[in-house]
């Protein structure tokens, strides 16, 4: 099988049907979308900030991050001193 491919403008104006000098009439567009598809591309969808929000908290360093500040902050509160204990409980209300 051979391909003749024609070189240079006028070639591929002549494969695309298009006169070089006065462009595309608007008579043929649509058996133009019909033989070379149409280049429409459907806009993307914004995601939600709760998404946003809940795909960021499925980081697994930052489960782990979490889960040693809140181990540290009982901890703490099991070892401190009595004047010491309602500032960690402060804490611990507003992480939860």
Known sequence: ???VVD???DGICA???VDVKAGLD??????RTEQFGN????PLKAK??????????????LKVLIAAAIFSIIFDMVLADESHIA???SILLQLL
């Open 15 to 17: 494969k695309l049907k």
């Open 1 to 3: 099988m051979l391909i």
């Open 48 to 61: 939600t900030w709760i998404k946003l929000f809940c795909q960021a908290l499925d980081d697994f360093m």
């Open 26 to 31: 608007g008579k043929d567009f649509e058996q």
């Open 39 to 42: 280049n429409y591309r459907e």
């Open 87 to 89: 500032y960690g409980k």
């Open 7 to 9: 070189v240079g403008v």
